[in-house]
């Protein structure tokens, strides 16, 4: 059963850098996609950053690129999010999230099977 532990979540101020982690376990993750989303109060999950985790290709939203980064690291089976120039706008739950790799990597959220319980970026103007 795969399972998705986000950690890394915090208060900091605008302009601020945060590092978030997933730890993975469960599977063998060498053909899945893993992907950050997010959710803001009152707001829709929206798509944040997604990495094939066999090759390392990447994918980010538009609000987000430049400043985050997705990686992983196979030996730890963690996936991280390093997000730089923080924003009051970044401010909601972040979540991790799984898929078994299709063609190319999807940035919706039904299309991912596994999720994390999610953890609070606040950032503060």
């Known amino acids: 059963q795969v399972q998705l532990v986000e950690s890394g979540g915090g208060l900091v101020q605008a302009g601020g850098s945060l590092r978030l982690s997933c730890a993975a376990s469960g599977r063998t993750f060498s053909s899945y996609d893993m992907a950050w989303f997010r959710q803001a109060p009152g707001k829709e999950r929206e798509f944040v950053a997604a990495i094939r985790w066999s090759a390392g290709s990447t994918v980010y939203a538009d609000s987000v690129k430049g400043r985050f980064t997705i990686s992983r690291d196979g030996a730890k089976n963690t996936v991280y999010l390093q997000m730089n120039s923080l924003k009051p706008e970044d401010t909601a739950v972040y979540y991790c999230?799984?898929?078994?790799?299709?063609?190319?990597?999807?940035?919706?959220?039904?299309?991912?099977?596994?999720w994390g319980q999610g953890t609070q970026v606040t950032v503060s103007s």
């Open positions: 999230a799984a898929k078994v790799r299709g063609i190319v990597i999807v940035t919706t959220s039904g299309s991912y099977d596994y």
